[in-house]
Structure formats: structure tokens, C-alpha cells
């Protein structure tokens, strides 16, 4: 059984992380993804970062946060902000949610973390 290896190139500023399967003869399919935290709880002006990690069948996981597929949506942006790479920010006293989407091979999953700032 082979299995998934990370490799991050980088060039000057940019960089990317690319999933490379090492001694397999199939494919990996992308199973779930999980967001840490699951619940996010903050005061105006705090900030939380999200972390996003992908699974596969066959038991493998890697950490898909800075991939561009790896996308983030607020449902307020008058309660909480998010950035391209997951950071969350508290702006005013109430609840929202942040939607998170990571897409690979035309498989696209999506998870629902509430935020509430207080």
C-alpha cells in the first residue's frame, strides 16, 4: 500500500503544496474534511485560525488550509470576517457562521463553523 506525501515548493514568495502518491497503483478519493475548531467564540477585535485537513480513503490526511481549492465564506461580514487562509476575525457582538469548502478531482466537501462574538 503506497501513500500520500507532501511536497512544498517554493519560489520567492509564492508557494504551493502539492499531494504526490508514492508506490500506489489506485487512486485516493477524498472522503470528508474536518475544520478545527469546530465552534469558533470570540470577542470584537480577537482572532481564530481555522485549520482544514482533508481525508481519504485508505486512512491518509493532510493538512489542506493553504491550497487555493480550500475556500472560505463568512455569513455576516458585519459580525465576523474571514480570510483567504482561514483566519477569522471577531468585528461585532452577535452570530454568524463560516462556510468551508475544499474541492479535489471534481469532489467537493463542505463543512458549517457557527462563530459567535461576544
Given amino acids: 500500500m ?3 506525501i507532501r511536497v512544498l515548493a517554493m519560489v520567492g514568495l ?3 503544496l502539492f499531494l504526490v502518491s508514492v508506490g500506489c497503483t489506485t487512486d485516493y478519493t477524498l472522503q470528508a474534511i474536518i475544520v478545527s475548531p469546530k465552534a469558533v467564540n470570540l470577542a470584537p477585535s480577537e482572532s481564530q485560525q481555522l485549520t482544514v485537513t482533508a481525508g481519504y480513503d485508505k486512512g ?3 493538512n489542506v488550509t493553504a491550497l487555493s481549492t480550500c475556500t472560505f465564506s ?3 461580514v458585519a459580525i465576523a470576517t474571514v480570510t483567504t487562509t482561514g483566519l477569522v476575525q471577531g468585528i461585532a457582538a452577535g452570530s454568524t457562521n463560516i462556510t468551508v469548502s475544499y474541492t479535489e478531482s471534481r469532489v467537493t466537501k463542505k463543512l458549517t463553523v457557527p462563530v459567535t462574538i461576544k
Fill in 2 to 4: 503506497g501513500r500520500i
Fill in 14 to 16: 509564492v508557494s504551493m
Fill in 60 to 62: 491518509a490526511s493532510i
Fill in 74 to 76: 463568512t455569513g455576516d
